[in-house]
Every structure is written in C-alpha cells, then in structure tokens.
C-alpha cells in the first residue's frame, strides 16, 4: 500500500500583521483574520478530500469552534476566538488529489481574504466615504494592489510515491521512523517553497503627488491624496463618514487598504447576516487604560465599564485620568475629534473614587510566549495518530484553559491562542500571578496527555508599559522579551518595565522563581514601603558582585525599614530569596523594584 501524501500550508507575515495595531481590537483583528483566513484553506481541503475533516492532521480541527459552526446559520460568540496558527498538515492517499488540494486551499485563502476586502471597500468608498475612489482608476488600482500582494501564501506537496532512496537523499540520512522521515521532508520542502517562492510584487501606478505611508502598516502609501493639506482634510471627513459600530479611523491616522479592512471587518463582513450574523456589540475589547485600572474598577466603589457603555453607548479608560469632565481640545481650542465630555454621573463617580481610593495605575502588561521546541516535537512523531495526538494537547490548552485563567481569574484580556503560543493583555497587579498559572497550565496539560512524557516548556516576555504608549512598540518589546528568554537556554520569563520617562530595565528569570516575584507584587500591594529596594538599587556600585556584602547589606536595609515592611519581607526570607536566585545581583534588584512597579501601577 503506498504511503499517504502530505499536503502543507502557511500563511503569513504574522507578527509584523498583528503588531501593527493602535487599540486592542486592532491587535485580535490581525490575530483573527489569520486564523479565519487559515480556516477557511483548511476547511476547503476537507470539503474537497475523500476523508473530509480526518484529511487535518494539524491543528485538531474537531475541537474549533469555527469547524462547529454551520455557514448560513447564526454563529455562536465563541467563533470569535482566535485560535487557529497560521498553518496546517494534511494527509491524503493519492498524490493528484494532493496537488489539486494545495491549489484549492491557497485559493480559498486569497478568495476569503479578496471577499473581506471587498465588503469593507464597499462600505468605505461606496456606502459612506467617497465615491470618487471608484471612478478613480489610480486609487482603485492602489487598494487592489495592496490586498492582492500583502498576504503570502505557501504550499508544499510530498507524494506518497517517494521512495525511500528519494527521502534519504533528501534529508541526507534516514531513521527506521518513515513516516518521520516523510514528514520532514515535506516541512524542508515548504521552506524552500517560502524562500525561492515568486511572490507578487507591489508595483502600483502612483499618482504624481504620492500619498505618505500607512500610520500602522509603513510598507504601504495610506488611500488618501497625496498632497498634505487635502490629505488631513480627507481623513478628517473619513474620521466622522466611516464610524460605524464601534469601527473608525482615530484622529490623525492615514491608513492604507490593509490596515482599512483589518479596522472595519468586524463591522463590516464578519459581524453580518451573510457571515456569523451577530450584533457588532458581542465583540468589546476594553482599551488598554481600563486594562490598567481592571482592578483598581472592581474595588471599593465598584465602577462598571460595561454598565456605563450600556447607559451612554460609550466608555473610554482616559475618562479616568482627566482633571475635569470636559472633553480635551486642540492647540487651537477646538475638541479633539472622537473625544466627548464625561456624562456628568460617571464623572462624579470616578471623582469620588479617586478622592476615596487614590489615583487609578496607568500601566498594564503585555505578555507572549511561545512552546519550546515545539517543532522538534512534532518531527519526532512517528506516525499520524501521535502528531493528531499533539495537536488534540495543544488545542484543549488553547480552547478551554489559558482564556479561563487569562480573563475570568486575572481580570485580562486573550487576544490569540494557538495551543503553543498566546498574546494577552492583563493588569499589572495580576500579571505575575497570571503568567504563573497560565505556565502551570502548560506543563499539567501537556503531563496529563503524555504521562511520562519530558515535560513541555513555554518561554514567555511579559512587558509592561503606560496606556499611552504605541501598541506596535510594546508588542516589540514583548517579542524581545520573549526571545531574551529563549537565547537564555529557554523554559524562562523575561520582565520588561518601560516607563514613560525612558527608563527602560529587564531581568530574566526562571519559573520557579515566578511566585517569589509574585509574592514581593502581594507584599507591596499590601502597603510595605519599596525606599529599600530603590536604596539597593543606588548601592549597586559600591557593592559591584561582592555577593556576600550584597547579603549584608540587603539585611541591613530590611531591618532599618518600617515594622510592616519587615513583617512582609523579613530578612532572613529575601536572604534566601537571592541564594537561589541563579542571577546577577543587579537581575535581583531589578526585580525588587519591577514588583514594586507591578503593585503600584504608575509612576510615583
């Protein structure tokens, strides 16, 4: 009996599409527009095979919400979780079927992408904005040229006719696991498709007067004309013509025909009749200055966003850090378009709170992770049932663990899990406690469906920066972070504090020391002065890495602090603390202060 034929598909770019995102729902945009689009080149090749869904041996389809979900009925809310990777492995017997297959998943790809497009273009230059773009060959053939170069689409196809000689020659060396060897034989074949592939070439006719670049995506000109002047008037107008259920362009960005439809595809395609038909309202995603006060909300005077939004049709986090209810202007004293004045009840409310409880924190966190050697993983399983195996692990970690401890335990937000990697936005007093847990998870998931198996690692960059800060930059930070800890040996978290001055500090630590830095956040929310560890911090080099007259001297800081700092932190416990901290010593101080900047949230 002749071996099966692989069939492999990804899509990308990937970071730099998810990353280029002002707001929090720009961020879930990129993340599900990659896994929809993915979904829908999947769901082809199982529609067109003989085996039907058993053809997916990656990712485990039959857990996916979206693979549930009947086209032409109403969708249930859980469709909108993004958590499908940007790639898929299939299995077929016959190697003719295989090549007509990777055919009709790149092109159910392009085409659902190529609809998407379209229904946003239709309401931005048709239904509200400016028609002209329509009669304007050169601006329509600039949108269409963006959409049909921006993805790349890779496929690669192993025929169940390649011999063994084949396969060795091939990867140059062979095992006795033939289906392990097939399998990675067609990834390396996939890599050579995505580096030698001819990719369409962004080449449009731009007019004389050539538009300035995308405020998010810098590859592409923004739509609007070239010319300064009438571009700020259009994309004025185009601030007020295109809002629409919860989707608009902010005052002062100019976005090109990407960043256009990754703004309006909720409202526009995904969120109607013809698509999942749900009301727009189902997806809130909160902005990131109400992720830094998540917490701050629920005590005390409880102050509910989602309640306001359902009385005023509006909530926006800067509410809280106004000096007065009245909606911020211009240099020249006109109201920034977008903004308004708070109702008169939510001001006095949040008034009262701040006057009661103090100022609301203005920094929240970032965290990513990524599985280690997660590839390594894959390649080694022997045959089809153990990779659907891995694949069923990781999806019931993606579907049904880390949202519960990232959203319903910690007060954050997960904008994407793909089983072995995740972005989530939390609030910096559960941060810690929250990336902790969200590690736990990892490993018992992965124990309790391979007992006996090595355990599986995540290495992770959690990154916390003010509300204000660009959301592309803090996801770069988080990316480095994330990849700080890999070239660290792995199985690490490293912690980013960017603070709005400049200041910028990080250390990487192991897992295991997690919950001591986690227990410091507890210690200083619970009021215990930090002037000890900021002391620590200025005697650094004095001390230089004389370790023990760093305990020393750690020692005599803690007993001269106030009696509740040294209930919290006593000596002899953060003593041993740093013996087993396997750092620097300046690691360890920066650590001190990075949980005191957790608990407190803002700058002093």
């Known amino acids: 009996m002749p071996d099966p034929s692989f069939v492999l598909f990804t899509l990308g770019p990937v970071q730099g ?17 990659l896994s929809y689009l993915t979904f829908r080149a999947m769901k082809a090749v199982a529609d ?28 249930d809310p859980s469709v909108l979780e993004p958590c499908i990777p940007n790639r898929f492995l299939a299995e077929v017997p016959d190697a003719r079927d295989a090549v007509a ?7 159910a790809c ?49 025929p ?20 392990a060897d097939r399998h990675q034989v067609a990834q390396k074949m996939l890599a050579a498709v995505k580096n030698r592939r001819h990719r369409s070439v962004y ?8 538009p300035q670049k995308c405020s998010l995506l810098g590859t592409f000109e923004h739509m609007g004309p070239g010319n300064r002047q009438e571009a700020n008037r259009f994309w004025e107008s185009a601030a007020d013509a295109w809002a629409d259920r919860g989707s608009r362009v902010s005052d002062g960005e100019k976005l090109c025909a990407v960043s256009l439809v990754k703004r309006f595809a909720w409202a526009q395609h995904f969120s109607t009749k013809k698509v999942f038909d749900l009301n727009p309202q189902e997806l809130r ?60 009840d939510v001001w006095s409310a949040i008034a009262a709170k701040k006057r009661a409880e103090g100022q609301p924190p203005t920094y929240y966190a970032v965290f990513v992770f990524d599985g280690d050697k997660m590839g390594d993983r894959f390649s080694a399983a022997l045959d089809a049932p153990t990779y659907r195996a891995l694949s069923a692990a990781l999806g019931q970690f993606a579907l049904h663990r880390i949202k519960r401890i990232v959203e319903e335990e910690h007060g954050g937000q997960l904008i994407y899990a793909g089983g072995d990697d995740a972005i989530c936005v939390l609030p910096t007093e559960t941060a810690l406690a929250c990336v902790a847990e969200i590690n736990a998870a990892f490993r018992d998931n992965w124990r309790a469906a391979f007992p006996g198996d090595e355990p599986a690692t995540i290495s992770g960059g959690l990154v916390v920066a003010h509300y204000k800060e660009d959301l592309r930059l803090v996801m770069e930070e988080a990316h480095k972070a994330e990849k700080r800890s890999k070239e660290a040996g792995r199985d690490a978290l490293t912690l980013a504090v960017c603070r709005r001055s400049g200041e910028h500090s990080s250390a990487t630590l192991r897992w295991d020391f997690v919950p001591t830095v986690g227990e410091w956040v507890a ?64 690691d360890f101080v920066t650590l001190l202060q990075s949980a005191s900047f957790l608990a407190r949230g803002r700058d002093a």
């Open 203 to 210: 080449a449009p006719h731009l007019p004389a007067d050539v």
């Open 523 to 586: 210690g200083f929310l619970a009021g215990a002065s930090d002037r000890w560890a900021y002391k620590l911090r200025g005697d650094l080099d004095v001390l230089g890495d004389d370790a023990a007259m760093f305990r020393l001297e750690l020692g005599r800081q803690l007993n001269r602090a106030e009696d509740g700092t040294r209930d919290r932190f006593p000596a002899a416990a953060v003593r041993a603390e740093f013996d087993r901290h396997p750092g620097t010593i300046t």
């Open 17 to 33: 599409f998810i990353k280029a995102a002002r707001t929090v729902r720009d961020l879930w945009s990129g993340s599900y527009l």
């Open 160 to 179: 169940g006719s390649a011999t063994d000689d084949q396969i060795r020659a091939l990867l140059g060396t062979a095992t006795a696991d033939r289906w």
């Open 101 to 107: 297959l990777a055919e009709t998943a790149e092109n």
């Open 110 to 158: 392009r085409e659902a992408w190529q609809k998407i497009a379209e229904d946003v273009r239709a309401f931005l230059f048709a239904a509200r904005g400016h028609p002209s773009f329509n009669a304007d060959p050169e601006r329509k053939n600039l949108w269409h040229q963006q959409i049909d170069t921006f993805f790349e689409v890779s496929t690669a196809v192993l």
């Open 285 to 344: 995603f909160d902005d990131t200055a109400t992720v830094a006060a998540a917490v701050w909300l629920k005590t005390g005077a409880v102050l509910k966003p989602l309640a306001v939004r359902g009385k005023h049709k509006d909530w926006n986090g800067t509410w809280l850090h106004r000096s007065g209810p009245e909606a911020p202007t211009d240099a020249q004293g006109e109201r920034v378009k977008g903004e308004r004045p708070v109702p008169p």
């Open 48 to 75: 067109q095979s003989q085996q039907g869904a058993k053809a997916i041996v990656f990712p485990d389809v039959e857990q996916l919400p979206l693979w549930k979900w009947q086209p032409g009925t109403k969708a």
